[in-house]
Each structure stands twice: as C-alpha cells, then as structure tokens.
C-alpha cells in the first residue's frame, strides 16, 4: 500500500501576496488540505485613533491590485457613517462606478494572462516561432539566448496546446500587458493616478468630468472591449476544450455570496437592497436565491493566529494577533454566512445575479453552458471561475460604455458632509475578486473601531470554530493528482479563486505554496 | 542574432506590502515592462528577473531555491529589490516567504540573507523606503524600513530608496537604467534619505500648476473645487516628487490634477505626522522649507 504523501507548497506565486497550500495525498488524491495566509499587516489596529476621512486612503492600500475596490467601500462606510449615503450625485456615483469598473477590468485580464495562463500555456513553444512579429521575435531571442528566468522553474507535465496556439496566447499574454494598463489610463483619467486612486472620497469623487476625459475614457475601452471580444472570451474557450477536466476540478462549497456591485441608482442608503447591475444575495446549494441580510455574516478565529470570539459579526470582532497560537495555521480569519461557507468572487457574483433574475447575466450564462455544452453545476470548478471572470470583464466594460455617456459636464460630483461625533457606518459592495465589507465606529470624530472582511478572507479562510474547512480547502479535497512532484492540479485550483493575500488578512498576507518538498507522512 | 548579451541578475521579495509597486512598474511605458523583462534593457545589457512572486512561472520550494542559490552563486553581483517593510516583532511571524528544506523562511531572515551579499538594494515604494503604511502608530507588526533593518543587522550594502505609495514606473526604471549606464548611484545623485535627486529633488509645490492660485490666495473649500488645495491639507509644499510636471499613467492625470490633495506619500512622514490628509499642515512647518505661504 502507498503511503500517504505531504505536499507544502510555499510560496504558492502568481497570486497577489503571500500564500500556503497543503495537501496530504493519499492513493492519488487530496484527503486534506490546508490554506495559509503567511502576512499580517495590522490594518485595523493602525486605523485606531485617526480622520475617519483617512481611512479610505488608508484602506486602499490594503491591495495594489485592487485598491479601487478598497477606496469604493471605505466611501461607501463613511458615506454611511456620516448619512450622506443617499446624497452623493449621479456624476460621482458614476465616476465611481467607472474608477471601480477599469480595476475590475484591469484585474481580471491581468489575473487569466498573467497569473493562471502560465499553467495552461506554454511559452517555450515560442523558441520555434518563424513569424515576423515583433514582441514574439524579442521572446524568442530571450528564450534563444538561454537566461529563462523568471519563466523557470516551473511545473512540468501538463501543457497540452500545439506549437501555434502557445504562439497565439503567449501573444495575447502580450497584448494582454497592454491592455491592463490601458485600464489603468482610463482609471486615471478620472480617479488621478493608479494604482491607489486619489479622487474617490466621502460624497462622491473630486475629479470632473469634461469631455476630452469622456471621450478618451470611451476609446480606451472601446480598444479593451475589442480585446475581451477577440481575445479573452475566446482563449478561456480555447482553454476549456484542451482542458475539458478542470471543469471536473476545484468544486467548492457550492454556496455563493455576493454583496451585488456597480449602484444604477444612489436614491437609497439601504447598501443591501438598492439597485446595483449585479444583484445583492446568497444561493445555497446551486438552488434559490435568497436575500442579502449582513446580520447573518460571523467571523471565527479558532485555526487563526487571533485570540478572540468565535462567529462573532464584523462590527464587533477584534484584532488580536497571537502568532504562536496553538492550532493555528493562518493570518486568515473564516467569515461564515448563516454559519455555513460560502464562496464569494466573479462565480458567486454571477450565479447569485443568475438566480436573481438579472437578465443579462442569465443570457450569457444559458449561452455559456449551450457553447460549451455543461450543465449550470460545472460552473462550481476551475473552468467554471475562469468563465464567470471573462464573462464578468465583457458586461462591466459593456456596461461602462453606457455609463460614460451619462455623465453631466459642469452638474456636482461630490456632496457636502460634517464628521459626526459619534457614528456607525458600513460599506458593502463587490469588488473583482468578490464581496468586500467595512465596518467603522466613529468616537469623538475619530475612528474608535474598523474592520475589514475582504474576499479572500472568505475563500482562503482556514477550518472555522465547527471545523468545516474553507472554499478553497474544500475545492482542494478529493482532488486527484497525477504527479506528487508536480502537482499543477493544485495550483490551478488555488489560482480559479484569484487570491489576495494582502486583501484577506486587512492585516495578514496569505504565504505562497512551497510544491517542492515532499515529506512523507 | 544580436551580439552578446550580459545577464545582470535581479531578485525582488515583498515583505509587508500590498503588491501597488509591482503593478504600478507594469505600467511602465517606455522602456515597457516587456522591454524591462525580456529584451536587453540597453544595449547589450539583460536584467534577469529570477525571483519576482507575482509573475514569476515557478512555486513551492524550488522558487526559494532560486533565492538562495543566486545569494551564494552570484555574490555582489545580483540587485536585490525589496518592495514592503520588514515585519520584525515575534521573530518575524508576521511575514513569512516560503518554506526551505521543511523551515519556514521569513521575510526578516530572508532579506539580512539576500542583503548582505547584494551588489546593491533597491528600497521600493514608501513602506520598504521609511516603513510605511504597516509601520503606521502604534506598529503591531514592528515594521521596519530596509534603511533602518540594515542598521539593526549593521548590514553595509548600498541602498537607494524609491519611495512612493505606489512609485511611478519611471522612478524605478530610471533608476534601473542608472545602475546600467553609470553604476551605482553615489551621494552627489542622492538626497540625504537616499532618494533619486533626479525624480525627488524639487518640492511638488515649486512646479504645481495651482501654485498660482496659492500665491493669490485663492483656496479651495472641498476637494473638487478650483483654486489651492492647501488650506484642505494638500500635502504638496511638504512633499519632493516630479509629479506635476511627470504626471501619472502615461501622462492622463496626477491627485492635484484630479482635485485632490497631495497626501506626501513619498516622504518618511506620510500617514503619521502629516495625518489627518485632508487637514491643513501648521505654518511652522512651512516655514521649516523656508516657503513664503502668503
């Protein structure tokens, strides 16, 4: 009989931040699995004291990749704290949703090429290429002249494309460079700089549009769309067909959350039930949909390095690093909803706002499943978040050429506020990699308590005070793996889910996967 | 083929940091992140990014193995660049890197490791340069910036800071292309804090296009209004960055340029002293750099 195999894979990379995975493979598959984040940054210990103005600057720098979504729900926590949420005009709710929607773009085409291509793609094949582009010729010398870094080391075994098609996508991989940045221009434009925007404050933003800023925001990402459209949607196909199994792969807890994103309508102050193009709820079990009620969310310490309470709600949970804890295992606290785990991102963003009725996100889901012939239950997989992303990318920056349009040049973008003395607040609202919520209590015009629990806090959570192992522990068990040297499997797994580490402990970074050494157990 | 290409190897490890700096060198224009990574940089000369854990192809413990055995292969001749402070409290529990032959590394050891035999450190973004935001009051994670871990560990290697919350692309390549044409930056290139004179060596306020608001008094009450951001806590008259004249995201915009105010994110002070950002700094301080307010 085989003996059961440890595999630790730290760093795990091409992840944002710092992250652990693992696993015990027993006859060939995971049997358990465990999930780290290895940083903590203290974030809502260092907010103690401040200018609640300050901590949506503050908070921002949470995450580089995604600090806009940062910025978007410390406004809408302050907005709330200071009761403004209903004030803010329709040009700063707008500007805010494009700042927010050119990071969502920004970080999902940077997340499939940069991050997760590097799994399925093989760059090598462009050391054969005999074509006359350029950036492919320049990889090609590289590759020619024999310092491949930092394209190895790498896992082997598993790349399944022909020659011209790695052309093709390590092309697009080019493009793709481009591209993000270009969502970064458009994201300048009105937010200032990037990453860490300056413009989105308590009350709406303080850039205005004019129409040279409309009109290049517009063509920017009319170049992005066609890129989504031509390249993207497209290669996620590609991948689907070469790598039909990882459909089969990475099935996590099969509850989704999502706090809904993008506000078509600032009339409410309500965050959970006012009108956003993607839908506030839950889905349990791939059935019915089901009200977002935030009083349901809890967060547990028990396998973190905290000492606290166990399912205790965001507003009141603490921050007490304790970094020998026995039993601990990671920076990354576990969020429940209704006690239950759930997985938040693109996937739960999309099948909650599928169950909800949002029509457009069900048409391109009935087609998605009719193209590519799987029923609704394969989305819960590796493919199946690597689909919800694409898809998500393509009705943002659709979405987003509408949205540009409406804005008033020369009518207000920002709403007076006073800081209270005393005062809650809370901002919920999805971000790319799924929902985000902030919480404040505001003392004596200064912040007395912050929290953060962000979406990697949810999908990268350790086992909680019932023991039931996180999303993407779970997404990891019964995985079968093929090569315990290279156990590629896991780590296209771990990045279906686009972790950030930095995001998920506010304070901690989850530590990368360290595949290399075996020890046996 | 091009003639023979000499390798300079870099390695780039984050510490306490939230990854703003890599994604802000990915949208360097000219040289492109593609010209930095793949192609001679300048002629003749490759910078070989082996350990970078964003993008990098590699994982697990053979990526920890590159960091090691560049250290030990290649000593004084690799740049090592650290982005994020370094968390020292509980032995430095509170970042770990990856795990070696069944130890956990941490980012503290890891960095007195690679430091030490560095031909040169590039200190990057404001938590790596002075600390930062995880050094922010009251410091859970006892957070030090790479000037003052090197003290503690009496490490030697040179160091050049490139502070900014993110740093623009061009302040870090710049500096890279420095070290290419001309070797390492001495003290006539650097200010007294280590920084790039060329991209940090005027006050935002000296070249801001609404200086001239200032010296009419023209102030803004909020933050989206025209004239001087100043008395709304613009942190500009405090700050040294090209900024203004540089402009972000290949030239679109900047904060003031949006109508917010400079919160000083390149300075050793950002976050705490010149806390709260949107409140006005005390005239002393202006008078400090010597600045006529009125």
Same mark, same amino acid.
């Given at each position: 009989m085989k003996m059961a195999t440890k595999i630790t894979i730290d760093p795990i990379t091409r992840i944002e931040g710092h992250m652990k995975i693992e696993a015990t493979v027993d006859n060939g598959m995971v049997k358990d699995a465990k999930c780290a984040g290895t940083l903590f940054r203290g974030f809502e210990i260092i907010l103690r004291g401040r200018d609640p103005r300050d901590a949506q600057r503050i908070t921002q720098r949470v995450c580089g990749v995604c600090p806009a979504i940062h910025g978007t729900a410390a406004a809408l926590n302050l907005d709330s704290a200071f009761e403004i949420a209903d004030k803010v005009p329709d040009n700063g709710r707008i500007l805010r949703n494009l700042v927010l929607g050119s990071n969502y773009l920004q970080s999902h085409i940077l997340h499939f090429y940069h991050l997760a291509a590097l799994d399925f793609v093989d760059v090598a094949s462009v050391a054969e290429y005999k074509g006359d582009d350029q950036e492919l010729n320049a990889l090609k010398d590289f590759i020619v002249r024999g310092e491949l870094a930092p394209f190895v080391p790498r896992y082997e075994g598993d790349y399944r494309f022909d020659v011209s098609t790695n052309q093709l996508l390590t092309k697009h991989y080019l493009t793709a460079l481009e591209m993000r940045r270009l969502a970064h221009e458009m994201l300048s434009l009105f937010g200032g700089k990037m990453p860490h925007n300056a413009s989105v404050v308590p009350g709406g933003i303080t850039e205005r549009p004019t129409v040279d800023k409309i009109s290049g925001f517009f063509w920017r990402l009319n170049r992005i769309r066609k890129f989504i459209d031509d390249a993207y949607i497209p290669d996620v196909i590609a991948v689907a067909q070469a790598y039909p199994d990882n459909w089969k792969i990475g099935e996590g807890p099969g509850n989704f959350l999502s706090y809904g994103a993008f506000d078509l309508d600032g009339k409410s102050s309500d965050y959970a039930t006012r009108k956003r193009l993607f839908l506030q709820g839950a889905v349990e079990q791939m059935s019915s949909f089901k009200v977002l009620d935030t009083d349901k969310i809890t967060e547990s310490v028990k396998h973190s390095w905290y000492t606290g309470d166990d399912a205790v709600h965001p507003s009141v949970g603490e921050t007490l690093p304790n970094a020998r804890k026995n039993g601990g295992y990671s920076w990354i606290r576990s969020p429940r909803y209704e006690g239950k785990v759930y997985e938040v991102g693109p996937l739960a963003r999309w099948v909650v706002s599928y169950f909800g009725g949002q029509p457009e996100v069900k048409e391109a889901i009935d087609s998605l499943m009719k193209t590519a012939g799987i029923e609704l239950k394969w989305m819960n997989s590796v493919l199946g978040r690597h689909a919800a992303r694409a898809l998500d990318a393509k009705l943002v920056a659709d979405s987003m050429a509408k949205w540009v349009l409406e804005l008033k040049t020369g009518e207000p973008v920002c709403a007076a506020f006073e800081i209270p003395d005393v005062a809650e607040g809370m901002g919920i609202v999805d971000g790319p990699r799924g929902a985000l919520g902030h919480w404040i209590s505001i003392k004596e015009k200064k912040i007395e308590r912050y929290q953060l629990v962000v979406p990697t806090t949810w999908n990268g959570s350790p086992k909680d005070e019932k023991d039931q192992p996180g999303p993407m522990e779970q997404a990891l068990l019964g995985t079968p793996v093929q090569d315990v040297k290279n156990p590629y499997e896991l780590v296209r797994i771990a990045r279906s889910f686009d972790p950030c580490l930095a995001c998920s402990v506010h304070t901690v970074n989850i530590k990368g996967t360290k595949l290399g050494a075996m020890r046996v157990v | +083929? =091009?003639?023979?290409? &000499?390798?300079?190897?870099?390695?780039?490890?984050?510490?306490?940091?939230? =990854?703003?700096?890599?994604? =802000?060198?990915?949208? &360097?224009?000219?040289?492109?992140?593609?010209?930095?990574?793949?192609?001679?940089?300048?002629?003749?000369?490759?910078? =070989?990014?082996?350990?970078?854990?964003?993008? +990098?192809?590699?994982?697990?413990?053979p990526v920890i193995k590159v960091l090691k055995e560049t250290a030990k292969g290649k000593p004084k001749e690799y740049i090592l660049i650290i982005d994020g402070s370094i968390p020292t409290a509980e032995d430095g529990l509170f970042c770990r890197l990856g795990e070696f032959e069944g130890e956990e590394v941490t980012m503290k050891d890891m960095a007195a490791e690679l430091s030490k035999d560095a031909l040169a450190v590039l200190a990057v973004g404001t938590c790596a340069a002075f600390g930062g935001i995880p050094s922010g009051a009251p410091n859970p994670t006892g957070a030090l910036s790479v000037m003052e871990f090197f003290k503690t560990?009496?490490?030697?290697?040179?160091?050049?800071?490139?502070? %900014?919350?993110?740093?623009?692309?061009?302040? +870090?390549? %710049?500096?890279?292309?420095?070290?290419?044409?001309?070797?390492?930056?001495?003290?006539?290139?650097?200010?007294?804090?280590? #920084?790039?004179?060329?991209?940090?060596? &005027?006050?935002?306020?000296?070249?801001?296009?609404?200086?001239?608001?200032?010296?009419?008094?023209?102030?803004?009450?909020?933050?989206?209004?025209?004239?001087?951001?100043?008395?709304?806590?613009?942190?500009?008259?405090?700050?040294?960055?090209?900024?203004?004249? #540089?402009?972000?995201?290949?030239?679109?915009?900047?904060c003031i340029g949006a109508g917010a105010q400079c919160i000083g994110c390149v300075e050793p002070d950002f976050q705490d002293k010149y806390a709260p950002m949107f409140k006005k700094i005390d005239e002393q301080g202006l008078e400090k750099f010597k600045i006529k307010t009125r």
């Open positions: - | +083929m =091009s003639a023979k290409v &000499a390798e300079y190897p870099a390695l780039w490890i984050a510490g306490a940091a939230c =990854s703003g700096c890599s994604v =802000s060198l990915l949208n &360097a224009i000219n040289p492109s992140i593609q010209n930095v990574l793949i192609d001679p940089v300048l002629p003749g000369k490759h910078v =070989s990014l082996r350990f970078h854990a964003t993008v +990098m192809a590699g994982q697990g413990e560990e009496g490490i030697h290697t040179p160091l050049i800071n490139i502070p %900014g919350c993110p740093p623009h692309p061009d302040w +870090m390549t %710049g500096t890279i292309a420095q070290i290419l044409l001309n070797g390492i930056p001495g003290t006539d290139d650097l200010d007294e804090k280590l #920084r790039p004179k060329a991209f940090f060596g &005027a006050l935002i306020h000296e070249n801001c296009p609404r200086r001239a608001y200032f010296d009419a008094g023209q102030f803004a009450k909020n933050p989206s209004d025209p004239g001087c951001l100043y008395e709304i806590g613009c942190k500009g008259p405090y700050t040294y960055a090209d900024c203004p004249t #540089r402009q972000w995201n290949n030239g679109v915009n900047w």
